[in-house]
């Protein structure tokens, strides 16, 4: 599973990815250290599912 780390400072946002929960936690910890602010950690998890006005589709 895969971790999404969410921060910002003063000017603009950045989202990255790990592939482990120790890894998002420390990188997100270095952020913070670093001076960005509403620092957050999530799980990425994929909607799969896509609509238009034909059908619905699940993504693989």
Do not use: C, N
């Not at 482990?20 to 270095?30: C, L, M, P, Q």
């Not at 913070?32 to 993504?59: C, N, Y």
Request: proline content about 2%.
């Amino acid at each position: 599973m895969t971790y999404l780390i969410l921060a910002r400072d003063g000017t603009s946002r950045i989202v990255l990815k790990r592939e482990s929960e120790d890894a998002a936690e420390k990188k997100a910890r270095e952020l913070k250290e670093m001076g960005w602010f509403e620092v957050e950690v999530r799980e990425d998890r994929p909607t799969g599912i896509v609509a238009s006005a034909d059908h619905t589709q699940t993504l693989q």
